[in-house]
């Protein structure tokens, strides 16, 4: 069992930045695969990044340029660094590691971004 803690979120004024962290317990930590969704209010959860487990990473076309997702394996925590936020990325941002074909997520934050 892998557990999934995020932790940063919070309230950022439009054009602000912000970073999230996401810890996922376990010893092979460097063999995870690191997603971020997010899900605004009202609406379905939306794919954001991925990091496969060797370091590749994609970006959605709605954040590619302005989010940056980065690993500390030593802290067993990846991170989203959100930069020039918008009023429409309010959402509870969740990741999930994958693993053996397993995929654990973790409840997430809500960032706000006022309009």
């Known amino acids: 069992q892998v557990h999934v803690v995020e932790s940063g979120g919070g309230s950022v004024q439009p054009g602000g930045s912000l970073r999230l962290s996401c810890y996922a317990s376990?010893?092979?930590?460097?063999?995870?695969?690191i997603g971020w969704y997010r899900q605004a209010p009202g609406k379905q959860r939306e794919w954001v990044v991925d990091?496969?487990?060797?370091?590749?990473?994609t970006y959605s076309d709605s954040v590619k340029g302005r989010f940056t997702i980065s690993s500390d394996n030593a802290k067993n925590t990846v991170y989203l660094q959100m930069n020039s936020l918008k009023a429409a990325a309010t959402a509870v941002y969740s990741c999930n590691a994958g693993v053996y074909r397993n995929i654990y997520w973790g409840k997430g934050p809500l960032v706000t971004v006022p309009s």
């Open positions: 990091m496969t487990s060797v370091g590749t990473t």
């Open positions: 376990g010893s092979i930590f460097s063999r995870y695969a």
